[in-house]
Each structure stands twice: as C-alpha cells, then as structure tokens.
C-alpha cells in the first residue's frame, strides 16, 4: 500500500527523513476508494476496526465488511439527495457509524462536518449558517435531537436530520417541519439500491472535510481540508504512531475533534492497522487500562491529561506486556508526566504537534530520542520555522512564532485550504509567505523544538516574558496539582503578576489553604526561575475548557476581569 503514496517507505534517521520524504499524489485522489476500498480488494478479512463500549458490547469490522457497509451508506446518501459537494455534520460519538458514515461521504464527494454531541442550539445555528449545512447525521440522543429541534426555525440551509437507532428497533423520529425532514438510518439504509460510484467524485483540491475550530476567543473559524489532507497524516500513522499491519491502536478522542482523523481513521488505515475504539461515557482510568489489558492493545495516543490520570493508578493491577508505542499530542507534555510513566512502563512517550490547519507539524519519530518535554522535530513534508515579531528568523534558545513556509504555487500536502468564506481571515493567517500557527516555542541546539504557549496567552511581567507553559509544568511537578492553568492578571507595579488556577487531587482538597498557596509558590520557585512564581493562586474544582479539551485561558482572564469591576 505504502509505495503507490511514498518514493521511500523507510527511513533509518532523521537525516534520512528530512532528505528523502516524497508523496506520490494521485490525480483526483479519494481516501475512501484508493485506500479503504484497495485494502478491502488486497486484504479483505483484515480486521479495521474493533469497536467497543461500556456495557461490554464488541463488534468486528474486516476491510471487506467496511467496503460493504460504505458503500450502502453513499448509496443511502444519493437516493436522499446528498451530493458532491453539499455540507453534512456528523454528531456520532464513537458510534461506529462514524466511521461508516465520513467514508460514504467521502465516496460521494460531499463535505464532512465532524461535531460535538455537546453543540447548543447557539452552536448549532451558527454552524448550520456559516456552512449552510445541508444534513445533520446525529445519533439517536435526547439532549443532541433536542437540540437540533430547537435549531431548526433559524436554520433555513437544513434539509434533513439521518438519526442513528441502535439498529435493532426503529428510531423515535420527530415531525418533518416546512423545510427539514426527519430520517431512520438503519432502517432506510437497509432498503438502498446497490450502489454504483459517481461519473466523477472529487478533484485533489476539492473540500472533503471540514473543522470548526474551538478557538480561545471569538465563533469558531471554518477550517477547510481538502482531499489530499488525508495523504498528509500517512506520516502520522505509519511514522509518528509507527503502526504496521499487525498493530491494534487506539487513540482517545472524540470524533468531534479533529484528533479523531489523526488518530482513528487516516493515518492508521494507511499503515494497515486495526483501529480499537472504546466508546463510553465517562472517562476512567481504571477502565482505559482494562481495555488496553483485554484487547491487546500495541499502540495508544492521548492528550497529556490522559496520562497524568492513568500515572495515578496501580500498574500492577493491569498487564500491558502487549504495549510497544505510546505518543500524546493536543497541549504540551510536563517532564514529570514522561518520567513517571516510562517508571511504570518502560515506554518512552513520543510527543508530537500540530493544530486543526494542519497534520503533525513536529514529532518525536522512531528514529529520534525523546527529550521530555519537547515536541521533536519538524515533520519533513513541512518548511517549519520560528520566527520574530518582524518576520525574521529565530536563533537556537530564542523565543518566537511557529511557521510554515507557503511557497508560491505550492501549498504543502496537509495543510489547510483555507478559512471558509473568509478571505481576510485567510489572508492574516498566511501573511508574508508563512501559515501562522499563533504557537510559540523555541528550539534548542538539537533541532528540538520546546513549546512556550499561545502567543496571546503570553505574561509580559516587570519585563520578564513568562510562557503558561513554563509555569504548569513547575507546578505539575507537584503531587498536589491535577490540572493547572496559568494566565496573567493586571498589575499597578508589574504591568502583570503571573496567576495560577489550580485543580488539586482528591486527597489533597481538604488541605487547601494559604500554607498550600505558599507551598506550592515555593516549589514553584525552586523548580523554574523565581520570576516566573504565581503571585496569586486560585483553587477550583474544574478548568474551563473547549469543547475539544483544551484550556480557555481567555474564559479565565474575563472572569477575573469582571470579578475585578
């Protein structure tokens, strides 16, 4: 499979990557049919995709019963009128109909619109809007189909709602309204005529997916990929996760987020591997690591607040001699965190970047060594670089912006196509010859790249720059400290003072307390340089955060603001 997308399948170094990386491009590629559908005609009983949930349910997909299922689904789609090009938003959870629905999508040419199950109404109608979406595919919830009811009169682009049943008893559907009709997935796609693919599905540079980012400040930008993006994280499957035909992967995220097609569909089918969900409710350590014990699982990924969970149970309870490979990405990886878990595992965590614009930007490859903490290094299918405030390049230990070059005429395979429907937007972002990530990091004498922060989440105090970044990971050294979030508050002498908003562990609640506060100022100031301490620290049950997990520092600065007035 590897060689009809790579001139070299294999790389021994990091040399070797950076020089001799180089995709083959289909004309009128689609992931779907070149890819999916090639495995199902090679391996048709290799197992894709293992699904499983909560309440002990199992399910098996070989390549074969993929093809067959997607292939139903786009002839569904067709007969309801959903074309090339039209605007479908996917609000599954980890159903496995997920995976089912975004390739017949794709095998049809239309546009998916992966989304939370926790979207409101105001969330909604401004998504239906700014993409005027044509269908909604939603499973078979309380909360999302009410909802969506509530969407529906300010809605006017939406024409039909496909909800998801179990399969087993017809799905509960609400009254069509004047514009938009009501739809039984299961029950109708059991009843499609055989499907036979479109005259013509799609050009390379037409949009197959698209992501509306959870952004720290403002309504959610339109992120636009098009077909190649899916090319674009072979290098997160078969290199940064290094996965192969017999690994069983599992990545934690929901498929609302955009982490969903970097670790659970893309790169992972073009390695050959078989895609392990868990679908559940809550999450648990206890029972992530059962999962991994059970199935066997040889390779996972998650968010750094996974791990600091799953470092906090006993892994002598649990046999994960089937382990080999664990990466994380979505914030940045606190040292403490790495070091404690390679203790338990002997598993060395490869961190690795990148945003909703993009696939991996930097990555610790299998040829690398790690260094906690950091990022890795630039994925070779990008020209990354930092650079200052007046666009010049940064020096090894220097602060500044991550950046990729856009040279003239020739966009790099994965990033985005554009802000939808906003050129100016489009237009900042891309300023100068560069994509701007809005990310800073420096990097060391290595090539190593160390993150920093948001470039607006930076503290400017007494002329000091303090990255967040910094600072969470001296307080996260501490066994007190769960999750912690640093922000800047105005200050009279300082222009700001660093502040700390802390979630503390559940045995540790009941000793907060000033002595706390000052314990952990002082760690603080023997962990990092002193500077760089909270000179205000607040205890809170919870962050706030996006729909996708990430931190909203901005949601703490307003409230301070407003608590200030």
Same mark, same amino acid.
């Given at each position: 499979?590897?060689?009809?997308?790579?001139?070299?399948?294999?790389?021994?170094? !990091?040399?070797?990557?950076?020089?001799?990386?180089?995709? %083959?491009?289909?004309?009128? $590629?689609?992931?779907?049919?070149?890819? =999916?559908?090639?495995?199902?005609?090679?391996? @048709?009983?290799?197992?894709?995709?293992?699904?499983?949930?909560?309440?002990?349910?199992?399910?098996?997909?070989?390549?074969?019963?993929?093809?067959?299922?997607?292939?139903?689904? *786009?002839?569904?789609?067709?007969?309801?009128?959903? /074309?090339? &090009?039209?605007?479908?938003?996917?609000?599954?959870?980890?159903?496995?109909?997920?995976?089912?629905?975004?390739?017949?999508?794709?095998?049809?040419?239309?546009?998916?619109?992966?989304?939370?199950?926790?979207?409101?109404?105001?969330?909604?109608?401004?998504?239906?809007?700014?993409?005027?979406?044509?269908? %909604?595919?939603?499973?078979?919830?309380?909360?999302?189909?009410?909802?969506?009811?509530?969407?529906?009169?300010?809605?006017?682009?939406?024409? =039909?709602?496909?909800?998801? &049943?179990?399969? /087993?008893? @017809?799905? *509960?559907?609400?009254?069509?309204?004047?514009?938009?009709?009501?739809?039984?997935?299961?029950?109708? =796609?059991?009843?499609?005529?055989?499907?036979?693919?479109?005259?013509?599905?799609?050009?390379?540079?037409?949009?197959?997916?698209?992501?509306?980012?959870?952004?720290?400040?403002? !309504?959610?930008?339109?992120?636009?990929?098009?077909?190649?993006?899916?090319?674009?994280?072979?290098?997160?499957?078969?290199?940064?996760?290094?996965?192969?035909?017999?690994?069983?992967?599992?990545?934690? *995220?929901?498929?609302?987020? &955009?982490?969903?097609?970097?670790?659970?569909?893309?790169?992972?089918?073009?390695?050959?591997?078989?895609? $392990?969900?868990?679908?559940?409710?809550?999450?648990?350590?206890? /029972?992530?690591?059962?999962?991994?014990?059970?199935?066997?699982?040889?390779?996972?990924?998650?968010?750094?607040?996974?791990?600091?969970?799953?470092?906090?149970?006993? #892994?002598?309870?649990?046999?994960?001699?089937?382990?080999?490979?664990?990466?994380? *990405?979505?914030?940045?990886? /606190?040292?403490?965190?790495?070091?404690?878990?390679?203790?338990?595992?002997?598993?060395?965590? =490869?961190?690795?970047?990148?945003?909703?614009?993009?696939?991996?930007?930097?990555?610790?490859?299998?040829?690398?060594?790690?260094?906690?903490?950091?990022?890795?290094?630039?994925?070779?299918?990008?020209?990354?670089?930092?650079?200052?405030?007046?666009?010049?390049?940064?020096?090894?230990? !220097?602060?500044?912006?991550?950046?990729?070059?856009?040279?003239?005429?020739?966009?790099?395979?994965?990033?985005?196509? !554009?802000?939808?429907?906003?050129?100016?937007?489009?237009?900042?972002?891309?300023?100068?010859?560069?994509?701007?990530?809005?990310?800073?990091?420096?990097?060391?004498?290595?090539?190593?790249?160390? #993150?920093?922060?948001?470039?607006?989440?930076? %503290?400017?105090?007494?002329?000091?720059?303090?990255?967040?970044?910094?600072?969470?990971?001296?307080?996260?050294?501490?066994?007190?400290?769960?999750?912690?979030?640093?922000?800047?508050? @105005?200050?009279?002498?300082?222009?700001?003072?660093?502040?700390?908003?802390?979630?503390?562990?559940?045995?540790?609640?009941?000793?907060?307390?000033?002595?706390?506060?000052?314990?952990?100022?002082?760690?603080?100031?023997?962990?990092?340089?002193?500077?760089?301490?909270?000179?205000?620290?607040?205890?809170?049950?919870?962050?706030?955060?996006?729909?996708?997990?990430?931190?909203?520092?901005?949601?703490?600065?307003?409230?301070?603001?407003?608590?200030?007035?």
């Amino acid at each position: 499979m590897l060689e009809r997308f790579l001139k070299q399948i294999s790389f021994t170094s !990091e040399e070797d990557y950076q020089k001799h990386l180089e995709f %083959i491009v289909p004309q009128n $590629f689609n992931f779907a049919y070149d890819v =999916m559908d090639a495995w199902a005609q090679e391996k @048709p009983d290799k197992l894709a995709l293992l699904w499983t949930n909560d309440q002990g349910g199992e399910q098996r997909y070989t390549f074969a019963d993929l093809k067959r299922l997607t292939d139903q689904a *786009a002839s569904y789609f067709l007969t309801l009128g959903i /074309n090339r &090009g039209d605007m479908v938003m996917l609000i599954l959870k980890r159903r496995v109909e997920w995976w089912i629905c975004i390739l017949a999508l794709h095998k049809i040419g239309a546009v998916a619109i992966p989304a939370t199950h926790m979207l409101t109404k105001h969330d909604l109608i401004y998504r239906n809007n700014a993409a005027s979406v044509k269908a %909604i595919i939603c499973l078979e919830d309380a909360y999302v189909m009410g909802e969506i009811g509530k969407c529906l009169p300010e809605s006017p682009t939406l024409e =039909m709602v496909v909800v998801v &049943g179990n399969g /087993n008893a @017809p799905v *509960a559907l609400p009254a069509a309204t004047s514009q938009c009709v009501f739809h039984d997935f299961h029950a109708e =796609m059991a009843k499609a005529p055989a499907f036979v693919r479109p005259a013509f599905v799609n050009t390379n540079s037409d949009i197959m997916l698209m992501y509306f980012t959870s952004g720290t400040t403002g !309504e959610p930008k339109m992120v636009a990929h098009d077909f190649l993006y899916a090319i674009g994280h072979l290098t997160t499957g078969v290199f940064w996760h290094n996965l192969g035909e017999d690994s069983i992967h599992l990545t934690v *995220a929901d498929t609302g987020w &955009g982490k969903a097609v970097w670790g659970k569909l893309y790169g992972q089918w073009f390695a050959g591997a078989c895609v $392990f969900v868990y679908d559940h409710e809550k999450f648990t350590a206890d /029972n992530i690591l059962r999962q991994m014990e059970r199935y066997r699982i040889t390779s996972f990924c998650a968010p750094p607040t996974v791990y600091r969970f799953l470092i906090r149970e006993d #892994f002598s309870k649990y046999d994960l001699s089937a382990l080999r490979y664990c990466t994380t *990405a979505g914030e940045a990886l /606190n040292a403490a965190v790495y070091q404690r878990f390679f203790e338990l595992t002997g598993i060395r965590l =490869m961190e690795g970047f990148g945003q909703t614009e993009t696939t991996m930007t930097l990555g610790t490859m299998p040829w690398m060594t790690p260094k906690p903490g950091s990022m890795g290094k630039p994925n070779a299918q990008y020209d990354v670089d930092l650079i200052r405030p007046d666009g010049t390049s940064c020096e090894d230990g !220097e602060k500044g912006e991550i950046v990729i070059r856009v040279h003239e005429g020739k966009r790099p395979l994965g990033l985005f196509r !554009e802000y939808y429907r906003d050129e100016a937007l489009t237009r900042e972002a891309w300023e100068g010859g560069y994509y701007h990530t809005g990310d800073m990091a420096w990097r060391d004498q290595d090539g190593y790249y160390w #993150f920093e922060g948001r470039a607006d989440d930076v %503290i400017k105090s007494s002329g000091y720059r303090i990255g967040p970044f910094e600072v969470e990971s001296a307080l996260m050294t501490h066994p007190a400290v769960v999750e912690c979030a640093i922000t800047g508050v @105005p200050d009279d002498t300082r222009g700001m003072v660093v502040k700390a908003t802390v979630v503390l562990g559940a045995e540790w609640k009941q000793k907060a307390s000033p002595e706390l506060v000052k314990e952990l100022q002082e760690h603080v100031k023997h962990t990092t340089a002193p500077y760089k301490y909270p000179r205000i620290i607040e205890f809170v049950d919870e962050l706030p955060k996006t729909i996708s997990g990430k931190i909203r520092r901005v949601e703490i600065r307003q409230n301070d603001a407003t608590a200030k007035q």
